[in-house]
């Protein structure tokens, strides 16, 4: 089966290398230049986990070829992927998709007959169908299928999640595209993955709903976070509380600086627009995007309140651009909203990043960058954690206290051990807990278990991906 992807960022890459790395081959046609010379020369232009690896195994394979466009990338294909980018459209929050149109006016004087043109991008429920007239109305001589695959993929766990998904989502219209789609994704489905095979539309919109339903738990928790810092209890509790309630599940309720990246801020938005256009409401998501925008400015309001005595111009430190950990991606990052505000209210900013600096420098004009975070935040008046990249978690307090001008140290990822802080010297901020003593521990028992007694704050559980995963995933 021959497989072409169009479009080579953290949704194209990944899709095309775990493909290959089932044995299928793979064309990647990429308009960014860089990219594709990186990728012919075994590398990726993004951070990623084990894309590397997957890379070179496809490489000296010979499994992968790069184009810069569609001629004799497309014309072999069965399948061809479409992962093209539909950002935010400035004007009404609506999805643009001007990449989509402009990658299947580009293929379709290329494609055979027969091929199954699969629309893995975000886009608004309907899409498919534009496509499939488009496409009609392009190559009235062809016989070619459309089908949806919406992709669920995160970002710092990018290739693991494509192996062990929770789903992969199928929306099809007729029996070729089907039978196609499990023709490729059956060597990289395992137990308990289930391929679910549906219309395109519930396909479609199956990808928004899921997107505003997790970004809806980090808006509810972030304000039940505010709630707990002024009745006095601790949301690293509440949170552990709440999601035991399988009903409720515990993923996406750590309280923290406002959910960012490439997908939660413009899919709630896009997907608020759609339902405008479609003459109905999403008060809801219009309420989580309403919520989620506030936060920055609201946590700056906080750090600047925190140094405000004296007249003197203060600096910030601020540990962590990208939007979380793992990842180089800065869209939407709480970071580009922070740091201006920060700047509006007279501060110097320091900035520091274990992986983003190049994408993040333009981004964040006036900020001083250092390679070190203890350097960093030397002679500020308070440092802000603003992403739980393990490097902070893993910080000596000492060392940093001893550079550090103030002593405040502002923890909006909850990731600092206050006891360690505390005995350190610092002032710890952090979400979510309305006493500055050290947090109790929550203690579970029940009666086939000793008791356990976890600090809970601590430790988003990051999903590793195990070395024979790893193997099994770069396998035949
Ligand atoms: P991206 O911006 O990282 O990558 C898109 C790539 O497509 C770019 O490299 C761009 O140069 C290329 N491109 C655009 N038009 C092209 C054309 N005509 N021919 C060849 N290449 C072209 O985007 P992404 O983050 O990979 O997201 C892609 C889609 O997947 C989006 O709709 C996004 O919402 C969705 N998605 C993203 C994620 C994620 O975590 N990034 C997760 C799930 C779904």
């Keep these: 089966m021959g497989i072409t992807i169009i479009g080579s960022g953290y949704v194209g890459t990944t899709t095309g290398f775990c493909f290959a790395s089932r044995g299928l ?225 515990g993923e996406f309720l750590a309280a923290g600086p406002g959910y960012g990246g490439s997908c939660f801020p413009k899919d709630t938005l896009a997907l608020a627009s759609a339902a405008g256009r479609l003459n109905t409401s999403v008060r809801l998501v219009e309420a989580v995007i309403d919520v989620n925008t506030r936060r920055k400015s609201q946590l700056a309001s906080r750090v600047m309140k925190a140094i405000a005595n004296g007249g003197s111009p203060k600096t910030v430190a601020v540990l962590g651009i990208a939007f979380k950990a793992n990842t180089d991606d800065i869209r939407d990052a709480p970071s580009l909203d922070l740091i201006p505000h920060l700047q509006a209210a007279g501060c110097g900013v320091h900035a520091h990043d274990p992986v983003c600096r190049a994408k993040a420098e333009p981004r964040l004009p006036g900020a001083v960058w250092f390679d070190d975070p203890v350097e960093a935040v030397r002679g500020a008046d308070a440092a802000v954690i603003l992403t739980d990249w393990d490097v902070y978690r893993q910080l000596d307090l000492r060392s940093l206290a001893a550079a550090l001008g103030g002593r405040q140290l502002f923890d909006f990822r909850n990731i600092i051990d206050p006891t360690a802080a505390a005995a350190a010297g610092l002032t710890l901020h952090a979400i979510g807990r309305g006493s500055s003593e050290p947090p109790a521990r929550l203690e579970t028992w029940s009666p086939d278990e000793s008791p356990t007694a976890e600090p809970v704050r601590f430790a988003r559980q990051r999903s590793a991906l195990a070395a024979d995963e790893l193997r099994n995933g770069v396998g035949e």
């Design 25 to 249: 081959k793979v064309n990647i046609v990429e308009k960014n230049d860089n990219i594709v010379r990186n990728l012919q020369n075994g590398v990726s232009s993004i951070f990623e986990p084990f894309l590397d690896e997957l890379i070179r195994a496809a490489t000296e394979a010979s499994r992968v070829r790069f184009f810069s466009d569609c001629a004799g990338a497309v014309d072999d294909a069965d399948l061809v992927f479409l992962t093209v980018g539909t950002p935010t459209d400035e004007v009404d929050g609506s999805a643009d998709l001007s990449a989509l149109w402009q990658a299947v006016r580009e293929m379709a004087p290329h494609l055979r007959s027969g091929a199954v043109i699969v629309v893995k991008s975000t886009v608004p429920v309907g899409t498919n169908r534009s496509v499939a007239e488009l496409l009609r109305e392009l190559r009235p001589d062809l016989d070619f299928s459309v089908a949806s695959n919406p992709e669920f993929l995160r970002e710092g766990s990018a290739v693991r999640d494509f192996f062990h998904a929770d789903r992969v989502v199928c929306g099809v219209s007729d029996q070729r595209a089907r039978d196609r789609l499990l023709e490729a994704y059956r060597p990289i489905i395992r137990a308990p993955t289930r391929l679910v095979f549906t219309t395109p539309e519930s396909a479609e919109l199956s990808k928004y709903a899921s997107n505003a339903f997790l970004a809806m738990k980090v808006s509810f928790i972030n304000e039940i976070a505010d709630l707990c810092e002024r009745a006095g209890a601790d949301v690293g509790h509440v949170a552990k509380i709440i999601g035991m309630d399988q009903r409720i599940g």
